[in-house]
């Protein structure tokens, strides 16, 4: 089983970066895909991208394809989400979250408790 903790969230500007950062505890994270979610108020929660167990395959949802970069350090339990040219419509809690596997998409098994993402415009 893993643990996910989630942190970076802020409020920012439109067209400003932020990092947010998710932090796993227990002895397997590095057989787990990482996926990042959003979800909007009163929207579904959706994959924004995700990432291969060594870091060699990733996914992006169309929406933050060439904004958006995820990364990971397996020595650190640790996943990035690099977030660029940022929009308001960016705005929503993220979230990261393990799964089984090597599919990037799908049913995700474990997940964080968020962090707020606000953009202003």
């Known amino acids: 089983q893993v643990q996910l903790v989630e942190s970076g969230g802020a409020l920012v500007q439109a067209g400003d970066s932020l990092r947010l950062s998710c932090v796993a505890s227990?002895?397997?994270?590095?057989?787990?895909?990482i996926g990042w979610f959003r979800q909007a108020p009163g929207k579904a929660r959706d994959l924004v991208g995700s990432i291969s167990q060594s870091g060699s395959s990733t996914y992006y949802a169309d929406s933050v394809k060439g904004r958006f970069t995820i990364s990971r350090v397996n020595a650190k339990k640790t996943v990035y989400l690099q977030m660029d040219s940022l929009k308001p419509e960016d705005t929503a809690v993220y979230y990261c979250a393990a799964r089984f596997g090597t599919a990037l998409t799908g049913t995700y098994d474990y997940w964080g408790q968020g962090t707020q993402v606000t953009v202003s415009s």
């Open positions: 227990g002895p397997t994270f590095s057989g787990y895909v």
